[in-house]
């Protein structure tokens, strides 16, 4: 019925579809980020968290980096219709620039040299290519080699109209269609374990090389299955545990990010012994991040969140927070 | 429960076809008794605790009838029925009103005081609809145009049948006395009642309910609202009304007719009035016809001995139609508005009167206008906000003429604004028609495509959006 709905609405001429709004070549957006709800003081309370664990990060000599994932809804307004405003970007950029007043080591993927900003049509994520590209100016930026993260080193393997994303789905597969969908496979040897743990719970363990570990492929190969962007990680979210068997040093990486890290971290593991990435989302992993910093004991700390995740944190963690916050000398 | 729910199409209406169809026609009595269970269970879905009035009408009106048929030559049976009737009208719908105003008038006149609290009473749906019907059924006892109905059960179903219970037409007694006990269902009756149906659905889900975001954001946007906003806003609630209400008639008759039962027509394109007058004999003809038949023609119509007692008889009428409507001075206004039009046209005899075309060309526009800015006072949250979006159509109070607001609702919605106007006049007859002299079965085949197309169309939308308001339950 939705698909029934978004075609009628499409042949009638809409653009706000089901909460999508259609925008120029064809994208969907979201039509939520058009209401101004920001709420600064929660943002405030965030941008706190995450310095607190780049600060623990530093003073325990871990590499630190705070990342600015690259943002499908940008600052010039002409992409859509009805002169509509994002506010979100403001929120951005209010990130960026509390962070970078405090001394925070940033990298901004929005900028267009480090060719991140590619985006589905008809999902809020970036796309396979573009997380690759991510993890190579992440590997970059710590002085690290990056040939695991280069794209000249990956197959690609396409699937023509099969994904339909977050905002396709409000719209239905016949307002714009689906968007193709890519695989990139490493063409040098890997051998891996990964523990991946979903949003329902369930752990799954799987080994083998990087395709077969990563890659769910059953949901892959299912046309009636739409998420295609879930086969990442196979379906791990919540806290997911990678070790490369052919690492070529001992060094451990801690990505706490939201689900644009899904396909990320699966390039980045290649160049760490192990490899965490864990959502902090309300309702994923809720525990807290210092105390998992301080157990896991990383070398590399990568913290990205999108515009979604500042609002998402939970309080709980926050407590956490103001408790450390006096215990900073230990 | 709404018709346009897919709880009502899936679940209430199959079920409730497949039992009365599967008892077979003689035991017609059984038939009577589900069509009365469903009824009451069909009313009953929404708020429970309504069930308890609706019974307690039926079984007043029932004892009510007898009595009246019994002591015919006592008027006082007849006005205490009407009376009975009135109460439970005024006591779940205007009670907190006239708590209100009388509230108001001891305020304005000093005493400070004196505060009647205001009741927790709830509208019960469709109250002003059945209270009417069954009013209709005393008096026509009482005039002896029916026989009095004896069968309690049966005249449950008539006060309670759902096809007409929550939002009209108002279905006079006379009208299905005799189909109660002896009605047709046909294969071709039940077709017939199904497309209409589909078409009523259609008016209601794709038509008028994408009309009422663009009204309720009009009538809301108050202080930031544009001048062209405020023409969009009132344009598209004069489609929503027609279409929701019209289209809810079409479900009824629909209806009623996979039942046996035949509805008179309540819509007859009023939009294509060329006076005011014309317009109240195409809008809601089953109120109109009610209000004339059991109020004005009592009072002597227009058939009495002085302007005076025609002026008195209108006003009447349009006061009551105002106040029927709803429980607020904007609805009072708005039938005041109709009672001061109509005695111009009755007392000046235009526009019947013009001798140009020109002249009845100019009138026309002057009666949709009408029409609109009534629509407009009828819809506003009282008479202040009333005034304010009237002055907002005239550039008055507004930040400009235009903004993308508006340009967001009218693009977004141009063709379904589109096809609600040109399918507000009779422009499928026409072309029905037409094709029907040339080739019968091409014209039936696009009306089961259609048919098919809007009903897909329509369920669409009932699945994904929430958004489906019903105008006229709250009368």
């Known amino acids: ?330 | 429960m709404l018709f346009s729910s897919t709880i009502f199409i899936f679940i209430f209406l199959p079920i409730l076809l497949l039992i009365y169809y599967i008892i077979p026609k003689r035991f017609l009595r059984l038939r009577n008794l589900i069509l009365l269970l469903f009824s009451l269970g069909f009313y009953a879905y929404g708020e429970p605790k309504f069930i308890i009035i609706m019974i307690l009408s039926i079984i007043g009106n029932y004892i009510f009838g007898i009595l009246i048929d019994k002591y015919r030559n006592k008027r006082l049976t007849i006005t205490t029925g009407i009376t009975f009737n009135i109460l439970i009208l005024v006591i779940f719908k205007y009670l907190n009103f006239i708590i209100y105003n009388i509230n108001n008038v001891f305020e304005v006149i000093g005493i400070t005081n004196f505060n009647i609290k205001q009741t927790a009473i709830v509208l019960p749906i469709g109250i002003s609809f059945f209270t009417f019907q069954a009013i209709s059924y005393l008096v026509d006892v009482y005039r002896r145009d029916v026989e009095v109905q004896k069968n309690p059960f049966y005249l449950g179903m008539y006060i309670s049948f759902f096809p007409q219970l929550i939002a009209g037409p108002i279905v006079r007694y006379s009208d299905i006395n005799l189909a109660i006990t002896n009605r047709i269902e046909t294969v071709d009756k039940f077709n017939v009642g199904i497309k209409r149906f589909i078409f009523g659905l259609g008016k209601k889900v794709i038509i008028a309910n994408n009309m009422a975001l663009i009204a309720d954001y009009a009538f809301s946007s108050g202080i930031n609202s544009t001048t062209a906003m405020a023409w969009l806003g009132a344009i598209a609630y004069t489609l929503q009304i027609f279409f929701d209400f019209s289209g809810y008639s079409d479900m009824a008759i629909g209806l009623g007719k996979m039942f046996g039962f035949d509805y008179h027509e309540n819509f007859n394109y009023p939009y294509i009035s060329k006076s005011i007058s014309e317009f109240w004999r195409r809008w809601h003809i089953s109120l109109g016809s009610w209000f004339r038949d059991y109020v004005y023609f009592p009072l002597g119509g227009s058939r009495v001995d002085s302007k005076v007692k025609l002026v008195r008889n209108l006003f009447i009428v349009w006061l009551l139609t105002g106040i029927w409507h709803g429980a607020s001075w904007n609805f009072i206004f708005w039938g005041l508005m109709y009672f001061i039009l109509i005695t111009f046209e009755k007392l000046s005899g235009y526009p019947d009167k013009f001798k140009y075309e020109i002249s009845k060309f100019l009138y026309r526009i002057f009666t949709m206008l009408s029409v609109i800015f009534g629509w407009v006072v009828f819809r506003a949250k009282g008479m202040t906000a009333a005034v304010s979006y009237l002055k907002n159509m005239v550039g008055i109070g507004t930040k400009s003429f235009w903004d993308y607001s508006f340009l967001e609702y009218f693009m977004e919605n141009r063709v379904i604004l589109l096809a609600g106007i040109l399918l507000s006049i009779p422009i499928i007859t026409y072309f029905k028609e037409k094709l029907r002299i040339k080739n019968f079965y091409f014209t039936k085949s696009i009306e089961y495509i259609s048919c098919g197309i809007i009903l897909i169309i329509s369920v669409s939308y009932l699945v994904i959006e929430s958004y489906n308001p019903f105008i006229y339950f709250n009368f």
């Open chain 1, 1 to 330: 019925m939705v698909n029934i709905n978004g075609g009628f609405k499409k042949i009638i001429g809409e653009k706000i579809v089901n909460g999508a709004i259609l925008g120029s070549e064809n994208n969907l957006y979201l039509e939520k980020k058009t209401i101004n709800d920001l709420d600064y003081e929660k943002i405030d309370k965030n941008i706190n968290y995450t310095k607190l664990i780049l600060e623990y990060g530093n003073k325990n000599g871990i590499n630190t980096l705070f990342v600015q994932e690259p943002d499908k809804y940008k600052e010039e307004e002409e992409y859509l219709p009805y002169n509509k405003k994002i506010y979100e970007v403001d929120s951005n950029e209010y990130w960026i620039n509390k962070l970078s007043r405090d001394g925070s080591n940033i990298l901004d993927l929005r900028e267009e040299k480090y060719n991140a900003d590619l985006f589905y049509k008809t999902d809020h994520h970036w796309t396979n290519e573009a997380s690759l590209n991510a993890g190579k100016a992440i590997l970059e930026e710590f002085g690290l080699e990056s040939k695991t993260c280069d794209i000249g080193n990956y197959e690609k393997q396409e699937f023509q109209k099969v994904f339909l994303g977050s905002l396709g789905i409000k719209t239905g597969k016949y307002y714009i269609g689906k968007d193709n969908f890519e695989i990139f496979e490493p063409k040098f040897e890997t051998d891996l374990e990964g523990s991946f743990q979903t949003l329902d719970g369930t752990i799954i363990n799987k080994n083998g090389d990087f395709k077969s570990t990563f890659i769910d492929e059953e949901k892959l190969h299912d046309d009636e299955y739409n998420n295609k962007y879930s086969v990442f990680l196979s379906g791990g979210i919540i806290e997911n545990i990678i070790i490369n068997n052919l690492a070529e040093n001992e060094e451990k990486l801690l990505v706490i990010s939201d689900s644009f890290a899904k396909p990320m971290v699966q390039g980045l593991s290649l160049s760490f012994r192990e490899t965490r990435f864990i959502d902090p989302q309300e309702g994923r992993y809720n525990k807290s991040c210092i105390e998992y910093i301080k157990e896991y004991k990383p070398d590399y700390i990568v913290v990205m969140y999108s515009r979604d995740y500042d609002e998402n944190m939970i309080d709980e963690d926050f407590i956490k927070y103001e408790n450390y916050l006096f215990g900073m000398s230990e």
